[in-house]
């Protein structure tokens, strides 16, 4: 079916540190594979993301790797500030209407 | 600001009543999504419109209905209201279906 799998569920870190999430998808025919980071009371905002083309992709202080053999994608930010504190998604797309299909969420707690 | 409106933001209504929620896509955007955040769920996909026709369903109960109009705008209704429908309804666009989801700030409905 369609399913995207996200963990951990929460994670916390001390600033300074990076942190790790991981996702797999089921669909071998995914091709585009975004991370959405949602504050509180807000809607989720992209902050990268990758097609399957691509192993890896950086922008300064994140970046997303792409196992497309074993269908796992992650998101990896490394010195984490306060403000990196919030959830973030994950998502795979889907069938040819490209619908994006998210994890259940991390909750990313970076302690000062 | 992502420029995807929803309104209203806020909806408390009792169980079997009927609501409809409205979203205005980013200017120029074609595609429309809708997907309901529950507590604990993630973001569950229900609906993706493609410059008015129907493109992809998710797991939508067929209590609820959507429709995208000739100026892109969307609504989605929700009949027969149950206690838990109660969740935050996010409306997306992207100018295809298969890049960026812009996501509005939700609308939270409570159902008593």
């Known amino acids: 079916g369609e399913n995207v799998e996200q963990h951990p569920s929460t994670l916390s870190v001390q600033e300074g540190d990076s942190a790790v999430i991981k996702c797999t998808y089921s669909d071998s025919a995914s091709n585009y594979f975004p991370w959405y980071k949602q504050e509180l009371g807000k809607g989720p905002q992209l902050i990268i993301d990758?097609?399957?083309?691509?192993g890896e992709k950086k922008d300064q202080r994140i970046a997303v790797t792409l196992n497309k053999t074993a269908k796992h994608f992650s998101l990896h930010i490394t010195e984490t500030q306060p403000e990196d504190s919030a959830v973030y998604f994950c998502a795979a797309s889907y069938g040819q209407g490209g619908k994006l299909i998210f994890g259940q969420g991390t909750e990313l707690s970076v302690k000062p | 600001d992502s420029g995807v409106t929803q309104t209203p933001k806020h909806l408390i209504t009792a169980t079997g009543q009927r609501v409809t929620l409205r979203c205005s896509p980013r200017?120029?955007?074609?595609?429309v999504y809708w997907y309901q955040q529950s507590l604990d769920q993630g973001l569950q996909f229900l609906i993706q419109?493609?410059?008015?026709?129907?493109?992809a369903k998710g797991n939508i109960l067929e209590r609820f209905s959507a429709q995208q109009f000739p100026d892109l705008h969307s609504e989605l209704n929700l009949s027969s209201l149950e206690l838990g429908d109660s969740a935050l309804y996010f409306c997306?666009?992207?100018?295809?279906?298969?890049?960026?989801?812009?996501f509005g700030e939700g609308s939270r409905l409570t159902v008593l």
């Open positions: 419109y493609y410059n008015g026709e129907e493109r």
């Open positions: 200017s120029g955007d074609l595609s």
């Open positions: 990758i097609r399957s083309n691509v």
């Open positions: 997306a666009s992207s100018a295809t279906y298969t890049g960026e989801l812009f």
